[in-house]
């Protein structure tokens, strides 16, 4: 197996071009190992020199909710009141260290994307 790390744009572009060839290959095979190894390998060029920027803390809770279909009412073991919810929600006040551990254990949401700071503009007046 003939494989080199992807140092520049032309490997990432080559790289994939064979990835889409070797999609349909049986696991466990010589092309399905293949796959398996230049997907690691794009995965790693990914993750550096295509970085994604963590959700805003508070678009990650309101994307959870529509994902599960979930309430205000679903979060207020997890935030307090419905009143205080609405407030987080609409960027009125910030999430507490509690808050921010009762939705990463109660809905898995990252801390990192809830511990980021939001930028003043993004605040309500």
Avoid at 30 to 36: A, F, I, M, V
Avoid at 58 to 84: C, W, Y
């Amino acid at each position: 197996m003939d494989i080199k790390p992807i140092k520049t744009e032309e490997d990432y572009r080559a790289t994939l071009g064979e990835i889409e060839s070797l999609m349909r290959a049986v696991p466990d095979s010589p092309e399905g190992e293949r796959l398996d190894v230049l997907v690691t390998l794009v995965e790693a060029y990914e993750r550096q020199h295509f970085p994604m920027d963590l959700p805003d803390p508070v678009e990650a809770i309101k994307f959870v909710m529509d994902q599960r279909g979930l309430t205000v009412k679903d979060l207020e073991p997890m935030i307090g009141h419905s009143n205080r919810v609405y407030e987080i929600l609409s960027y009125k006040r910030p999430l507490t260290l509690k808050m921010i551990w009762n939705l990463h254990q109660g809905l898995g949401i990252p801390a990192e994307s809830l511990i980021k700071q939001l930028p003043d503009k993004s605040r309500a007046a």
